[in-house]
Nanobody
């Protein structure tokens, strides 16, 4: 079992930056890829980014366009999402997730509770 707790969300003006953190507990953290997802009001949850368990490979949703960077610190059991050049359309609840299918299918098994990101124009 893995428990995930996100933090770092908040309000920011367009063009600003935020860094989200996801602290994990449970012995499987270093075995799985980690991912970030988001859900905007009235929309389905969508994939944002993922990182392999070693941190050597990353993948991103196309619309991110190099603005976001996912990273992980296995010694701290934490995964990060650095978000730069934020746009109003990035407003959403952001979730971290992990599990055996994150990398292959972008499907999470274990989920955090989410953190709200609001970008004003």
């Amino acid at each position: 079992q893995v428990q995930l707790v996100e933090s770092g969300g908040g309000w920011v003006q367009a063009g600003g930056s935020l860094r989200l953190s996801c602290a994990a507990s449970g012995r499987t953290f270093n075995s799985y890829a980690m991912g970030w997802f988001r859900q905007a009001p009235g929309k389905e949850r969508e994939f944002v980014a993922a990182i392999t368990w070693t941190g050597s490979s990353t993948t991103y949703e196309n619309s991110i366009e190099g603005r976001f960077t996912i990273s992980r610190d296995n010694a701290q059991n934490t995964v990060y999402l650095q978000m730069n050049s934020l746009k109003p359309e990035d407003t959403a609840v952001y979730y971290c997730a992990t599990g055996p299918y994150i990398w292959s299918s972008q499907k999470g098994t274990y989920w955090g509770q989410g953190t709200q990101v609001t970008v004003s124009s």
